[in-house]
């Protein structure tokens, strides 16, 4: 079983760029989100989908866009990348998003110069 | 003040010892509640859900105060692969959406 599949692992960006992180998972989830951990900070939602074509934005969702096409992809877009950008990211699913137990992926480590 | 606190730590304790975390959340409506392991560099992994009455997996028990709004972790007879970042996590459960707390972990370290 693949999980909760992130890519890519790392990824050096300079300020202004874009890029999207991918996420799949096959599990059948309707739960789908992205979380993203800076030292000391924690892990923060950014967004969140509660199946396919339902978004929502989360704890720090600025600068982020979201979209969920399917229930398998829920991919993450940076539209114009900044320093504060600079961190760990993870996709996690759910079966429904009601407080089971959640999946993460192995995470992303961004770095914006 | 923080929705979910932990103590950082952190905790560094010999093999065998026993030792126990413990975490405060301050919505009084929070549904369920979590902890999570997280390794260096890795993604976190749920270890174990709490129950209000308290629940046991091998040598980690956990607890769940509602009074006092606190849950707390105990892992006795400590490996050295215990040694990773605890996170306490806390669902609010909101009916429009799912609201997933997590708190900023605290770091075990278990020496020879």
């Known amino acids: 079983n693949a999980g909760v599949t992130q890519t890519p692992k790392f990824q050096v960006l300079k300020t202004g760029q874009s890029m999207t992180l991918q996420c799949a998972q096959d599990?059948?989830?309707?739960?789908m989100s992205w979380y993203r951990q800076d030292p000391g900070m924690g892990l923060r939602l950014i967004h969140y989908?509660?199946?396919?074509?339902?978004?929502d934005q989360g704890e720090v969702p600025n600068g982020y866009n979201v979209s969920r096409s399917t229930t398998e992809d829920f991919p993450l877009r940076l539209l114009s990348a900044a320093p504060s950008q600079t961190s760990v990211y993870f996709c996690?699913?759910?079966?429904?998003?009601?407080?089971?137990?959640?999946?993460f992926g192995s995470g992303t480590q961004l770095s914006v110069l | 003040r923080k929705e979910v606190e932990q103590d950082p730590g952190p905790f560094n304790v010999p093999e065998g010892a026993t030792v126990a975390f413990n975490c405060t959340y301050s919505?009084?409506?929070?549904?369920?509640f979590f902890w999570y392991r997280q390794d260096c560099r890795k993604e976190p992994k749920l270890l174990m859900s709490?129950?209000?009455s308290g629940n046991e997996d091998g040598r980690f028990t956990a607890q769940l105060n509602r009074a006092s709004q606190y849950i707390s972790l105990l892992i006795r007879d400590s490996k050295l692969s215990d040694s990773a970042t605890y996170l306490c996590?806390?669902?609010?459960?909101?009916?429009?959406?799912?609201?997933?707390?997590f708190g900023k972990g605290t770091s075990l370290l278990v020496t020879p």
């Open positions: 919505n009084s409506a929070s549904q369920s």
């Open positions: 709490v129950y209000s």
């Open positions: 996590v806390v669902n609010i459960g909101r009916a429009s959406g799912y609201a997933l707390n």
């Open positions: 996690a699913s759910s079966y429904s998003g009601r407080g089971e137990k959640l999946f």
């Open positions: 989908s509660v199946g396919a074509g339902i978004t």
């Open positions: 599990m059948n989830h309707e739960y």
